[in-house]
T-cell receptor
Framework: DGGITQSPKYLFRKEGQNVTLSCEQN?????MYWYRQDPGQGLRLIYY???????QKGDIAEGYSVSREKKESFPLTVTSAQKNPTAFYLC?????????????FGSGTRLTVV | SQQGEEDPQALSIQEGENATMNCSYK?????LQWYRQNSGRGLVHLIL?????REKHSGRLRVTLDTSKKSSSLLITASRAADTASYFC?????????FGAGTRLTVKP
């Protein structure tokens, strides 16, 4: 079945530690996105990528980094510079950067700072 | 930043009743989409309505769009307990997608 797989489902980070969230899709979509969701709030865009080896900052990119070395993969690293990383992180993809055909979302990773 | 704003923030109804959620936005759009999110899960695309369309149906879902008022509504008819979820509108303009904060719908059996 085609879809997006995010792992792990739950992640705990110690203060000052970098962690990487995985996002893999087998939909052959060109565009991929990372969103952050805080309780009772909408989604805020962290980074997006239109094609391999290219990515753009979203509204809240500070303290995060990404890579897009393969079409299928778009990992997100939450660095120690991100002061309030506890949140629900969602990865999405679309056929191309236009949302005309809708986004497909993964099941999310819940990150908690301990 | 968010573009769409859903109203109400929370809605509780009995099974079998209709549920109406509204979305207002501020700038011009190419299309507006509605998504559903079950607790602790990702979003699922429900329906897309283009800026030149006024109404669209999909099963028990009916979406309207009024570009003059910059608003959209999502109607779920004959609701079921399984419809309990958060519903988000998302607006797209020039490849920039913006999500609202969502309406939390609870359908009581």
């Amino acid at each position: 079945d085609g879809g997006i797989t995010q792992s792990p489902k739950y992640l705990f980070r110690k203060e000052g530690q970098n962690v990487t969230l995985s996002c893999e899709q087998n939909l052959n979509h060109d565009a991929m996105y990372w969103y952050r969701q805080d309780p009772g709030q909408g989604l805020r865009l962290i980074y997006y990528s239109q094609i391999v080896n290219d990515f753009q900052k979203g509204d809240i990119a500070e303290g995060y980094s990404v890579s897009r070395e393969k079409k299928e993969s778009f990992p997100l690293t939450v660095t120690s510079a991100q002061k309030n990383p506890t949140a629900f992180y969602l990865c999405a993809s679309s056929i191309r950067v236009s949302a005309f055909y809708g986004y497909t979302f993964g099941s999310g990773t819940r990150l908690t700072v301990v | 930043s968010q573009q769409g704003e859903e109203d109400p923030q929370a809605l509780s109804i009995q099974e079998g009743e209709n549920a109406t959620m509204n979305c207002s936005y501020k700038t011009s759009i190419n299309n507006l989409q509605w998504y559903r999110q079950n607790s602790g899960r990702g979003l699922v695309h429900l329906i897309l309505i283009r800026s030149n369309e006024r109404e669209k149906h999909s099963g028990r879902l009916r979406v309207t769009l009024d570009t003059s008022k910059k608003s959209s509504s999502l109607l779920i008819t004959a609701s079921r307990a399984a419809d309990t979820a958060s519903y988000f509108c998302a607006t797209e303009d020039n490849n920039d997608m913006r999500f609202g904060a969502g309406t939390r719908l609870t359908v009581k059996p």
